[in-house]
């Protein structure tokens, strides 16, 4: 079992940057890989990043790319999601979500490949 809560969204300038947390409890936090997902208005959710349970793999998505930085902490079972260059196209509820199946673009960029997520947690990027 493993619980997810997501912090750090808010509302920022074009151009601006955030940091997004997930915290998880569980004491396999360092089994799973983790990704971050956002749901903006009138779209699907879709995976913006990912990283596998060792930081040796990770996926960003072409639109994030060069721009958002995923990365996590073991011991403090946390994952992190550094977003810079913020466009009012990364608008959305940015989640967290848990897989423990293997590492690659197919089952990554499924939501339907993750077992547990968060509640979500708002960024708005202001024009």
């Known amino acids: 079992q493993l619980q997810l809560v997501e912090s750090g969204g808010g509302l920022v300038q074009t151009g601006g940057s955030l940091r997004l947390s997930c915290a998880a409890s569980g004491r396999t936090f360092s089994s799973y890989t983790m990704a971050w997902f956002r749901r903006a208005p009138g779209k699907e959710r879709e995976c913006v990043a990912a990283?596998?349970?060792?930081?040796?793999?990770?996926y960003y998505a072409d639109s994030v790319k060069g721009r958002f930085t995923i990365s996590r902490d073991n011991p403090k079972n946390t994952v992190y999601l550094q977003m810079n260059s913020l466009k009012p196209d990364d608008t959305a509820v940015y989640y967290c979500?848990?897989?423990?199946?293997?590492?690659?673009?197919?089952?990554?960029?499924?939501?339907?490949?993750?077992?547990?997520w968060g509640q979500g947690t708002q960024v708005t990027v202001s024009s």
């Open positions: 979500a848990a897989s423990l199946l293997g590492f690659s673009r197919a089952v990554v960029t499924g939501n339907r490949n993750y077992s547990y």
């Open positions: 990283i596998s349970w060792n930081a040796g793999d990770t």
